[in-house]
C-alpha cells in the first residue's frame, strides 16, 4: 500500500517512508451513492506526485479499492501521519 504526495508534504524526500491512515469519506460527485467502501488503510509514502493539488494524495490501485469503489476516479479523505 502506497502512496505519493503533493512536493508540499513531500520535503525534498524527507516523506519518503512515512505512513498515512487513510479513509474515504465519500465522493466528488455527490449523485454517486456508496463510494467508501468503510474501511481504513496505511499507506507508505514512495514518491512525489507533481499533477497534484495541495495536500492531495496518489494511491495504488489497490489501496484505492480497499476504501471505495474501484471504478471511481477520486474520492475524498481524511489522512493523518501515524
Not at 4 to 24: D, E, P, T
Not at 56 to 79: G, H, K, W
Request: with cysteine; charged share 25%.
Amino acid at each position: 500500500m502506497v502512496a505519493k504526495v503533493h512536493i508540499s508534504l513531500f520535503g525534498n524526500g524527507r516523506a519518503c517512508g512515512k505512513r498515512y491512515r487513510i479513509r474515504c469519506t465519500g465522493g466528488t460527485n455527490k449523485a454517486i451513492r456508496n463510494a467508501c467502501t468503510g474501511k481504513t488503510i496505511d499507506v507508505m509514502v514512495v514518491d512525489r506526485c507533481d499533477t497534484c493539488w495541495g495536500y492531495e494524495l496518489v494511491i495504488s490501485q489497490e489501496a484505492f479499492a480497499m476504501i471505495a469503489r474501484p471504478t471511481l476516479d477520486r474520492v475524498n479523505i481524511n489522512y493523518q501521519e501515524i
